[in-house]
């Protein structure tokens, strides 16, 4: 199952149960690289290239294992953010992103999405927050 979401509205959860896994990235350094507010010389090609090996090390390293154990996956994010942000947001061909993703992830789909409809309002203050916060610490 993956939650999506304006920015920052979909929280990560840390907390695991069994026969449940709510997975977090799995290659910190990546995500580094692509949260970090200072880099805005990354072009485009190369930010959905990043995710795409982000998500590539995520369903090999978390994903998989867990659903092989028999665990129920919840992710915040998967595919569908790549189309949007990368495909629709940096003007990219949402096929090329599709088949960049279908790579990255061997296939793999979640069985059901959930979209969160949340007032762009409430999205713009957490992603503020979220900045704050990540120039803070």
């Not at 990235?25 to 930010?47: G, I, K, T, V």
């Not at 998500?55 to 915040?76: F, N, Y």
Request: hydrophobic share 40%; net charge positive.
């Amino acid at each position: 199952m993956a939650f999506h979401s304006i920015a920052h509205c979909v929280a990560s959860v840390k907390h695991r149960r069994r026969g449940l896994c709510i997975p977090n990235c799995s290659c910190p350094r990546l995500r580094q690289l692509l949260l970090d507010p200072s880099n805005d010389e990354l072009s485009p090609r190369a930010e959905a290239l990043l995710y795409a090996a982000d998500r590539a090390q995520h369903v090999a390293a978390v994903i998989r294992p867990a659903l092989a154990r028999g665990a129920v996956v919840i992710s915040d994010r998967y595919v569908d953010s790549s189309l949007a942000y990368q495909g629709v947001g940096r003007a990219l061909s949402t096929g090329e992103i599709d088949r960049l993703s279908q790579f990255a992830t061997s296939g793999l789909r979640p069985d059901l999405t959930v979209l969160l409809d949340v007032p762009v309002s409430e999205g713009l203050a957490r992603t503020a927050s979220w900045y704050r916060a990540a120039r803070s610490s």
